[in-house]
């Protein structure tokens, strides 16, 4: 079974820096999308930031200039390195990705998700 599991969150003042990992494993053929949402109380799921496997990325207005993407391919990894976090931040973080699962090569992508991390930003 394909498996995404976030590392990474917990507690940080505002101003400080945070990373949050990603790894997907299991029987997996490729890999086209990875990516991070968030979803703060009261509000919408997010978009925070996506990378393809072509290294093409995007990010929410919210966070560009402070927040970093980045993946592994080898590894099947992804990253989220968060600087200069604000209250606002505070959220829970998904890990997604837009996968192929094997053993069929004729297997559609789907979207996988992680259980979530929780990063809380204190004023």
């Known amino acids: 079974q394909v498996q995404l599991v976030e590392s990474g969150g917990g507690l940080v003042q505002a101003g400080g820096s945070l990373r949050l990992s990603c790894a997907a494993s299991?029987?997996?053929?490729?890999?086209?999308?990875m990516g991070w949402y968030r979803q703060a109380p009261g509000k919408q799921r997010e978009l925070v930031a996506r990378?393809?496997?072509?290294?093409?990325?995007n990010y929410a207005d919210s966070v560009k200039g402070r927040f970093t993407i980045s993946r592994d391919n080898a590894k099947n990894t992804v990253d989220l390195q968060m600087n200069s976090l604000k209250p606002e931040d505070t959220a829970v973080y998904y890990c997604s990705a837009v996968l192929q699962e094997g053993p069929y090569y004729t297997e559609v992508r789907r979207v996988y998700w992680g259980q979530g991390t929780q990063v809380t930003v204190s004023s």
């Open positions: 299991g029987r997996i053929i490729s890999i086209d999308l």
């Open positions: 990378v393809t496997g072509g290294g093409s990325t």
